[in-house]
């Protein structure tokens, strides 16, 4: 075994634990072949290693520029010194080198055969500072198998028996015994008792007891216990026990086991040795959740060691003192993937004069999962999901930290009581930060002494409705009902726990209004009374769609409350208006062309008065297909009428991208499938008056009996069964079935029985707080995730963070990055684990009444925050075009709520003028450099 391998081997023992990689510790730990083991075959397109290297002072730079980049390497330097898991174009520097000759070597970590790793010696010079004579009597030992340069007109003794060739114009004294014959014009050393004369220019040793007149430049060393002066610009070497000063701008090292006095601004001198790392081990592996740096020290003094810990971006993650007289070890532990340094400092000394480099090779942190929940004056924060790293949970009120708890081992769970009332916001994050985990923050956790029950202060009674103020749990939502049962209506406690809800319903006196949170009747509280509805005073008029050969559902509109009584020969219907003014009947049967339908529309004190209107059954309207590169009169005429519902197109005649997107939005809004092409359903829903607008997205589209062809409707029997209430096939088609399912529904859960999923039933339907048929678990939804394919239940969820301001784009059925950030935020905001998945336990929240809003936003059209582009309507845009008018933006022509052309141009302009990206989008770059906030 040659020295080269010797060293390897060493290293290699050194290194056994260390777990850079997975494959690195076996390898390291191989000993080389003996010339007896069988040589494999070395692979053709695996290439030797290639390195450049680079002394200076005190200091060896390796540059790896050659070899197979997919494997790592391993640089060795002497018998302890070494970088593993480098690869082609990386450098190492090794620093703080005593002077003096080194074995380098640089070879793949595993040591393939048939490769030739990079063999050399380096010698590395010492600083340029002087050094410090031995004592008297005393020599600096040599390094082993080295010998150390003799000091100027000194000669160095041979190594055991070698001689020494002499520097020019010296002699080598002789070995015992021996005789060395002189150099040309020399003379040979006389034998004992006798004196030779000096040759021209030297001079000769003065006998025992006498000293020799030094010649010109040189000194003579004093007797025993005697001191000489020094020459000009020289110093004299202490005699034993004593300290020479030292030279002007320069420094003695100290003798063994003492210090030298600090330079300017440091407080403690370095020892006179350099430290050397002994061993050092990375107690991780691939796969690991957390791993660790160890290992030992040596140095020499008696002024402490200090180990610090830089991450990857430099900042300082730790810091440990290793004692002067203890055993030289450290340790960092729980630490994360990423490549650290280990400064070495002496304590009290902020030059460090030891750095190396380790990579840590485990698996990445798991990002975090955790939960808070609010209770009476506390908050209480568990994480179900994280590393095994220490976590920090930081409460903050105010903008200022109140108080931080650990959690040593990442799972766990902490509380935070006596709370003062107040906005809280909690984070929860690894303690040292983890690439690619992001904390998890709660904002706006409110904290009561209490939780506020509910209060109605007022009921009014107007013309076919009952208007109801009160207080309630701020944010919560509340459901209320009449007595009578004929309507209810669910309303949301502002942030001050104030609510003012108006109840739509039919004329008449009404005994009570009940309200309660959700379902739960045992937070259910009365306001009793006599509330007397009145009917329009005026005639109000009736519109219809039109009722063809296939139509089951009629669908009418007319003042709100109004009671519309509708008949066939054969069936009679009566409904109510709900606050939209929409009637929806529903027919036993199909009806042949000519039949005739009466309407009798009832108004006026007691419905005393009324009138009729006819209708007759015709054949239904065919529609063409109109898709992407369609040009014709029907394009403009759909265009038009998209228009005039508020979606972001102008009437055109050709079917674009922006038609098509258009589209997709109205189909996903009327609970359709959303496939951007304008087909007899879609447009059929279009021209109907029960078309929902743009902007409506806190609404779900009412169904009856007989309507089918609406993606929504497989949802909401997918709902009822998975609560109980249907039983049958899910199969889109709203049919008896499916109207038993929600008339049971409505009955269990305090609403008026009507068998017609209107918007208040469905909110309290797609809600936690729904109670299931008894014995049924309540919640069971079906887990959505990110997906490539159309879901109508992700509709309903869009359309649920869409309304809650989480999303801000188009509600379209897709669970893509959007809808992503959209249930992340969620999530985080309402204290669950932030996974960015919608599993049952965040539908259950997201649909309850106790679901929080966004963050400054209690509905899509806050002027909070809020992403603003091009077909955005309401506050939020006023807000936007008001400050462009006020910065002198005159593209903007008038603050009308529409982000149309005018401010889409004023927008571009802006962002041009402060530098930002020009895309004519209001993001919160755009927002904050507009408004000065930080969003």
Not at 196 to 209: K, Y
Not at 347 to 367: D, F, I, R
Not at 657 to 686: E, I
Request: aromatic share 6%; proline share 7%.
């Amino acid at each position: 075994m040659n020295a080269f391998d010797m060293k390897r081997s060493v290293a290699a023992m050194l290194c056994a634990a260390m777990l850079g990689s997975a494959g690195a510790p076996a390898a390291l730990a191989e000993q080389p072949s003996t010339p007896d083991e069988p040589k494999k075959e070395r692979s053709a397109e695996v290439k030797s290693p290639e390195a450049a290297v680079s002394v200076k002072e005190d200091s060896v730079t390796v540059t790896i520029t050659g070899g197979d980049a997919t494997r790592k390497m391993v640089i060795l330097l002497g018998d302890d010194l070494f970088f593993e898991g480098v690869t082609v174009g990386d450098t190492r520097t090794f620093t703080s080198l005593a002077a003096g000759s080194y074995d380098l070597e640089v070879d793949y970590v595993d040591a393939l055969p048939g490769i030739t790793p990079v063999r050399t010696t380096v010698s590395v010079p010492g600083k340029s500072s002087e050094t410090t004579p031995p004592a008297a009597g005393e020599t600096t030992p040599p390094a082993s198998g080295e010998t150390t340069p003799p000091a100027s007109g000194e000669t160095t003794p041979p190594a055991s028996g070698e001689t020494t060739p002499p520097a020019s114009g010296e002699t080598t004294p002789p070995a015992s015994g021996e005789t060395t014959p002189p150099a040309a014009g020399e003379t040979t050393p006389p034998t004992a008792g006798e004196t030779t004369p000096p040759a021209s220019g030297e001079t000769t040793p003065p006998a025992a007891g006498e000293t020799t007149p030094p010649a010109s430049g040189e000194t003579t060393p004093p007797a025993s216990g005697e001191t000489t002066p020094p020459a000009a610009g020289e110093t004299t070497p202490p005699a034993a026990g004593e300290t020479t000063p030292p030279a002007a701008g320069e420094t003695t090292p100290p003798a063994s086991g003492e210090t030298t006095p600090p330079a300017a601004g440091e407080t403690t001198p370095p020892a006179q040795e350099q430290p050397v790392v002994m061993a050092m081990t990375r107690s991780s592996r691939a796969g690991e959740k957390t791993g660790a740096i160890e290992g030992t020290i040596a140095f020499g003094g008696e002024t402490d060691m200090v180990a610090k810990l830089y991450d990857g971006t430099g900042a300082q993650i730790a810091e440990q003192t290793i004692p002067a007289d203890g055993d030289g070890s450290f340790a960092f532990t729980h630490l994360g993937a990423d490549t650290y340094t280990v400064a070495f400092h002496y304590w009290g000394n902020s030059s460090p004069v030891l750095s190396l480099k380790y990579t840590v090779n485990v698996a990445a942190a798991e990002q975090l999962s955790a939960t808070a929940t609010v209770g009476t004056a506390r908050i209480d924060v568990q994480v179900s999901k994280a590393s095994a790293l220490p976590v920090t949970v930081t409460l903050v009120l105010g903008g200022k930290e109140v108080a931080a708890k650990r959690i040593e081992g990442g799972v766990g769970a902490v509380s935070f009581d006596k709370l003062a009332s107040g906005s809280y916001t909690v984070s929860v994050d690894y303690e040292t930060a983890q690439s690619g985990c992001d904390p998890v923050v709660f904002p706006s956790l409110n904290v009561l002494a209490e939780v506020a029950d509910i209060v109605i202060s007022k009921v009014t009674a107007g013309e076919n409705q009952l208007t109801v103020t009160g207080t309630a749990q701020p944010g919560a939502d509340v459901t209320l009902t009449t007595e009578p049962a004929t309507t209810a209506s669910i309303v949301r406690a502002d942030a001050k726990g104030q609510f003012t809800a108006t109840i739509t319903c039919a004329a008449g006196t009404y005994t009570a209004v009940h309200a309660q949170y959700g379902a739960d009747s045992a937070t259910k509280v009365s306001k009793t009374g006599s509330f007397a509805v009145t009917a329009p005073a005026t005639k109000p008029t009736l519109a219809t769609d039109p009722i063809t050969t296939g139509s089951l559902t009629v669908i009418a509109k007319t003042a709100a409350g109004t009671v519309v009584n509708l008949k066939t020969g054969d069936y009679g219907q009566t409904v109510t208006a709900g606050s939209d003014g929409m009637l929806r009947f529903t027919l036993p049967h199909t009806y042949s062309a000519g039949t005739t339908v009466t309407f009798t529309v009832y108004y006026g004190k007691d419905n005393a008065q009324s009138f009729t209107q006819t209708v007759k059954v015709t054949h239904p309207a065919s529609y063409s297909l109109l898709k992407r590169g369609t040009v014709s009169d029907e394009v403009y005429a759909l265009t038009a009428r998209l228009a005039e519902l508020g979606y972001p197109v102008s009437a055109t005649h050709s079917y674009t991208d922006s038609v098509a997107a258009a589209v997709r939005l109205f189909q996903s809004a009327n609970g359709l499938a959303v496939d951007g092409l304008a087909g007899q359903l879609t447009q059929t829903a279009l021209y109907s008056l029960s078309a929902v607008r743009y902007g409506g997205e806190g609404e779900y589209p009412t169904f009856v009996r007989g309507d089918r062809g609406y993606a929504l409707i497989y949802t909401l029997q997918q709902r009822l069964k998975d609560l109980g209430y249907y039983t049958i096939r899910v199969d889109g088609i709203f049919g008896s079935g499916t109207q038993r399912a929600v008339r049971d529904f409505q009955a269990v859960n305090g609403l008026t029985p009507t068998g017609v999923a209107d918007s208040t039933t469905q909110k309290l339907l797609y809600s936690s707080a729904a109670k299931p048929v008894s014995g049924t678990v309540s919640g069971s939804y079906t887990t959505l995730s990110r997906s490539p394919y159309y879901n109508a239940a992700v509709v309903t969820l869009q359309r649920r963070l869409k309304a809650l301001g989480y999303l801000t784009s188009s509600v379209d059925g897709y669970f893509g990055t959007k809808t992503y950030r959209a249930v992340c935020n969620f999530q985080s905001r309402n204290g669950l684990s932030v996974t960015g998945i919608a599993d049952p336990t965040t539908q259950q929240v997201l649909y309850s009444a106790g679901a929080k809003a966004a963050s400054g936003s209690t509905s899509s059209s806050a002027t909070g925050y809020r992403l603003l582009y091009w077909g955005c309507k309401g506050d939020a845009v006023k807000r936007l075009q008001s400050a462009l008018l006020a910065a002198g933006y005159s593209q903007v022509k008038v603050a009308d709520g529409i982000y149309g052309q005018w401010t889409y141009d004023g927008v571009r302009a802006f962002q041009k003028d402060r530098g930002l990206a020009v895309d004519g989008i209001a993001g919160k770059n755009t927002q904050n450099a507009l408004y000065g906030t930080s969003y």
